[in-house]
């Protein structure tokens, strides 16, 4: 009997393959390529003045130098704007290489080709690019301030100014018996997955094909850009994201310039070409986020209901603003969390500052949302004295008033409406799980060990599951292997396993025989991409209606075959057989041999099915007119809007009233993606999202100092948590299903990180006693805090 | 680019006669990573692996002696007896990887105020051998350390080993990072009480341009301890934490701020103190 594979713990497929080192990423293919090697800029912003290649003529094995004059009039158009905004009025990218004005460290500006990197480097070293250095602007404060100009066209560094409210803010605000307003930073990090960014690109001649493999995140939107940009018919690129040694957002940005200079100079040479970039590279060429700083206006009443907060906020996008206005649109809609604000104003300007490019890193604007609402919430409750939890729950949306529209637009153009979750309720679960109301008793204990013990917590609402759509395919071969694609990429999600159980359990098949691929545009060409955490609700849902389309056809050739009424079949243990007596069955590789008219009598199956040689019907076709053949069905899921996850954490530290160290100690999930495919993925997806919350909170972060160099640009001091500074994490789930989707799922591929820095900010606050404001915090910088704020507990003897 | 793989001193010391400009690879952990960075272009490379008086360590005249080639892995396994305190500093170091390749050579030679066994090297008043074909000499560490990454160190000369006295009482070193694995110290403290001579000794590291020692504190705190029962008064050894927290001259970057270096450490002096006290 074939059991539910849905909702079970099942191992992930991927990783046996994984494990043994048989991936294949981006820089395992082409071995024979020509490679190439950027000259990037050491400037923050400065004039391209001259740059003398004469010097690298000699390198053996250098194949060819690029500059922006050396490209073709559609190649010297600058990037496209993916998500125009109608309040993005100066939006400004970059050129694939830098025309006479670079404006960040990291800029390219000219592209060596080799026949191998090393000779592409010792190359690009030869060459002698004259700069005129320009003031650089760095940091959401100094871009506003606009003493100087990123680029001369916008003199206030404003690419946007958006305003979003709901009732009258500042009304609410002026007229509530309370009112505090304050400040929130959160500093610039960055995704930065193992491997970095890489294309390779190959060019068939004869075929006139480009065949492009990119470690991305949206594959079908790469090759659309690359046949807009080379002149190319569609039909001419095929596009493959291999292995991917992660993206978490960076690789959702689409076309990087090198994806569009890699298969143009593969056509333009005849010959393979491949970029792989370096960790140094990678950390100023690759998209940051997260750099924000908020002004918080808030009034509420006694018991700390909020009865109006206005919020402004400045984001910095960096040098170019490729993707558009996403991230600040996220922090400006999901700051509510589960609140329901009926007075809420928030306004943000969007900068230009001279450093790397942002787009959305796992929890897109979400953890600056989080960190500025939640910091709230603890504010108003150390104000009026009260437990955290009570002025949580006192705000809280209730269950019975989904869905809710709060009358804001999200960040796909549609209402921002929650669909389902049950925020009391999963307070109540984690209050359990951390043992809330036992803190106290914890504190004196540490207390009297020498250490500050606090507590906080952080609640979060997420959009997951963005629209437009998503497709699956879904094919039984006649030799029983289930084949499925999807069009959206895989960075280490488990797609792989989670969706062949959805199919696994629609077809009645062993796991082990079904197949997934995705990112690849020779399988599925439609497709949006893998971001927002959307994969399983949007690839999930059209998969398993892919599924279920099959599986309806495979009834139908079964009863014809068994002749029996398709109601009394079942599809079980890889054969459509007849509810309760199972020994008359057909296999489904039968099935799937019956369904093509030409049957290719190469194999068993086709000897079998010529003992259900169906006639055909009188009158008609060999393959009617409402027919295909093949076994084999293709759907899409598109949904009215986002599906609402949410959850909340609570984060227990310990912190060394002497050095200052933070440790944390405790950490506590309670997480609701709706129904879970495969709650070991889940749980993965939160345990990994909680690390980088953690690294977001403690570590990560991206140094530049004020003339935009970057500096800390390698792992040896941009620290990411080990073992050693990640906590073990009690998870509980809360499933309340959506109602927006077949599955009832919701997405959880961010949900771990985004309350990482507000739930350590207050457990902080709560041990020191330092109003913490700004993250993320080291031990340093906490000093620093205990000294000027002089509340330090008894016991610290500094 | 040329590669000499000498496997004794005068060969060494030949090679690197014949290119003065040559650089010396140990472990390769700091060497490597200055040429990833491009700060460094060898054009000329000794590999010391091979050199076999740079291997080991020997005890003679009641002195030891670590030879340059000694890795934090063989401190951490093999010495941690006989240098309790250089051991306790290894294990502080990189990750498993790293000790199996960095070498108390390597550390010296690249000298930076954050290298984590200069502070103990320096309380135990180490002497740095060099080698060259002028002659052998031997330098206090505390002479041959010159700046932050600039060492005594003639061109012509190879760093065999260090010598330090055998010296009896508890010893402790412990560091501090903004992580807890894998990190350039922001301050380093080492300790021994050396209770032949009824001596405290100590080094601090990351806090200055070189390692640095505070002679006040070490003479006030000498005076303070009852030697026979190792104790001190809990004032004389908050008094011992501020005097080593006012001997220092650190920085402000982007790991730390001064102002907390300095209390950092100072800290870690108080502790490491304790440690080394009967309670
Ligand atoms: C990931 C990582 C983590 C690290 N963590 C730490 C840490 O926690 N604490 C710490 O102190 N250091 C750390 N380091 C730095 C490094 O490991 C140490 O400084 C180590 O001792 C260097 O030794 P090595 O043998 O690798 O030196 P190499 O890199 O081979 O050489 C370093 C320098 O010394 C010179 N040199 C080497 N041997 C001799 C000799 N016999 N005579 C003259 N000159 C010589 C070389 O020419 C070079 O300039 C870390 C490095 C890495 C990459």
């Known amino acids: ?798 | 680019m040329p590669i000499s793989r000498p496997t004794d001193v005068t060969a060494t010391l030949d090679a690197l006669a014949a290119s003065p400009d040559a650089d010396l690879l140990a472990g390769g952990t700091d060497l490597v990573v200055e040429v990833n960075l491009d700060r460094r272009r060898p054009e000329h490379v000794i590999a010391l692996r091979r050199v076999t008086e740079l291997a080991g360590h020997d005890t003679t005249d009641g002195r030891l002696r670590l030879g340059a080639n000694v890795t934090y892995s063989e401190v951490e396994h093999d010495l941690a007896q006989l240098v309790p305190g250089l051991a306790m500093a290894a294990r502080t170091v990189g990750s498993p990887q790293i000790r199996n390749a960095g070498t108390l050579g390597g550390n010296l030679g690249t000298a930076s105020p954050a290298g984590d066994t200069l502070p103990w090297l320096l309380a135990m008043d180490a002497e740095v051998e060099l080698a060259s074909p002028e002659g052998d000499r031997s330098v206090p560490l505390a002479n041959f350390l010159t700046g932050p990454k600039s060492t005594a160190r003639r061109p012509a000369e190879l760093i065999t080993g260090v010598r330090l006295p055998r010296v009896e009482g508890p010893q402790h070193v412990s560091k501090i990072g903004p992580r807890n694995a894998m990190v350039i110290s922001v301050a380093c403290f080492a300790i021994v009480l050396d209770t032949t001579n009824r001596r405290v000794r100590t080094g601090m590291g990351a806090v200055g341009p070189t390692v640095l020692r505070s002679p006040d504190a070490e003479r006030a705190v000498t005076q303070a301890l009852d030697w026979d029962a190792l104790t001190c008064p809990e004032d004389a050894i908050d008094a011992f934490g501020r005097a080593c927290a006012e001997a220092t001259a650190p920085i402000t970057d982007h790991r730390s701020s001064a102002e907390y270096r300095r209390h950092a450490v100072g800290v870690l002096a108080r502790r490491a103190l304790r440690r080394c006290l009967s309670t």
Request: hydrophobic letters at 40%.
């Open chain 1, 1 to 798: 009997m074939t059991t539910r594979s849905v909702g079970a713990p099942v191992a992930r497929s991927e990783d046996p393959r994984l494990l043994r080192g048989e991936g294949r990423y981006l820089d395992d293919l082409g071995h024979d390529a020509f490679q190439i090697a950027m000259v990037r800029s050491p400037h923050a912003h400065a004039r391209v003045l001259d740059i003398d290649v004469s010097g690298a003529l000699e390198v053996e094995g250098l194949i060819a130098i690029h500059t922006f004059e050396d490209l073709p009039p559609r190649l010297q158009e600058p990037l496209p704007l993916l998500l125009p905004h109608p309040s993005l009025t100066a939006g400004r990218t970059q050129h694939l290489l830098a025309d006479g004005e670079v404006n960040h460290v990291g800029e390219a500006v000219v592209m060596v080709t080799a026949t191998d990197r090393y000779a592409a480097e010792d190359a690009a070293e030869r060459i002698l690019v004259e700069y005129d250095p320009l003031p650089a602007v760095v940091g959401p404060e100094r871009a506003r301030a606009a003493e100087h100009a990123v680029h001369d066209d916008v003199p206030d560094n404003v690419a946007a100014h958006l305003e979003q409210s709901i009732g009258d803010a500042p009304a609410a605000i002026g007229a509530a018996p309370n009112r505090l307003r304050f400040r929130l930073d959160i500093e610039r990090s960055a995704s930065t997955p193992m491997e970095g960014r890489g294309t390779y690109a190959r060019w068939d001649g004869d075929d006139e094909r480009v065949r492009l493999h990119t470690s991305t995140q949206a594959p079908t939107s790469v090759r659309a850009a690359v046949a807009a940009f080379l002149g190319l018919q569609l039909a001419q690129v095929e596009c493959i994201a291999p292995d991917i040694g992660g993206g978490f957002g960076v690789k959702i940005m689409h076309p990087w310039p090198e994806e569009i200079l890699v298969p143009w100079a593969a056509r333009e040479l005849g010959h393979d070409v491949k970029f792989t970039e370096d960790r140094r590279e990678h950390f100023v060429s690759a998209n940051h986020e997260r750099a924000q700083v908020h002004w918080i206006d808030v009034g509420f009443d006694d018991d700390g209901r909020v009865l109006g907060l206005d919020v402004e906020f400045i984001h910095d996008h960096g040098a170019y603003i490729p993707y558009g206005l996403i991230v600040p649109i996220i922090t400006s809609t999901q700051l509510i969390g589960p609140y329901k604000l009926e007075n809420y104003r928030v306004v943000f300007d969007s900068v230009y500052t001279n450093t790397t490019p942002v787009s959305p890193y796992r929890g897109a604007g979400r953890p600056q949302g989080c960190f500025a609402m939640e910091r709230t919430i603890d504010r108003i409750a150390a104000h009026l004295g009260k437990d955290r939890t009570e002025v949580r729950s006192v705000n809280f949306l209730q269950p019975e008033e989904m869905p809710y529209d709060f009358g804001l637009t999200f960040q796909d153009g549609r209402p921002l409406r929650y669909d389902s979750g049950d925020f009391p309720a999963s307070l109540e679960k984690l209050k359990q799980l951390v043992d809330w109301d036992g803190f106290e008793e914890r504190r004196a204990a540490a207390e009297a060990e020498g250490r500050l013990l606090g507590i906080g917590l952080a609640t979060y609402v997420e959009g997951t599951g963005v629209g437009p759509y998503e497709g699956g395919h879904v094919l039984i071969e006649p030799g029983g292997t289930v084949q499925v694609s999807t069009g959206l990429s895989t960075q280490g999600q488990g797609h792989q396993t989670v969706f062949a159980q959805i199919v696994a359990d629609e077809l009645g098949v062993d796991l082990a025989d079904v197949r997934v691929v995705t990112g690849d545009t020779r399988r599925f060409p439609y497709a949006v991409g893998t971001f927002a955490s959307r994969a399983a609700v949007m690839s999930g849902n059209a998969i398993h209606l892919a599924a279920r389309r099959v599986r309806e056809k495979a009834l139908r050739i079964a009863s014809e075959a068994l002749e029996v009424d398709a109601e009394d079949l079942e599809l079980a243990d890889g054969q459509a057989r007849v509810v309760g007596s199972p020994d008359t069955a057909i296999d489904l590789k039968v099935v799937a041999t019956l369904s093509n008219p030409l049957r290719y009598a190469f194999d068993e199956s086709a000897r079998i099915a010529t003992q259900f040689a169906n006639p055909g019907k009188e009158g008609q076709p060999p393959v009617t007119d409402d027919d295909e053949p093949g076994l084999e069905a293709t759907d899409y899921y598109s949904p009215m809007s986002s599906t609402f996850a949410n959850g909340m954490h609570a984060v227990e530290v310990s912190v060394d009233p002497d050095t200052s160290d933070i440790e944390v100690v405790r950490y506590a999930v309670v997480h609701d993606c709706g129904p879970l495919l495969n709650p070991r993925i889940v749980q993965g997806q939160v345990l990994g999202g909680v690390a980088q919350g953690v690294g977001g909170a403690l570590y990560e972060r991206m140094a530049y100092d004020e003339h935009g160099q970057l500096q800390n640009a390698s792992f040896m001091d941009f620290l990411m948590p080990y073992a050693t500074e990640v906590p073990s994490v009690d998870i509980d789930h809360l499933e309340t299903p959506s109602p927006l989707n077949p599955l009832g799922i919701k997405g959880a591929g961010e949900a771990g990180v985004i309350p990482g820095a507000a739930a350590i900010a207050a457990a902080i606050e709560d041990a020191t006693g330092v109003v913490i404001d700004a993250m993320p915090i080291s031990p340093s910088q906490l000093h620093e805090q205990r000294l000027t704020t002089a509340q330090d507990r008894p016991g610290d003897t500094t």
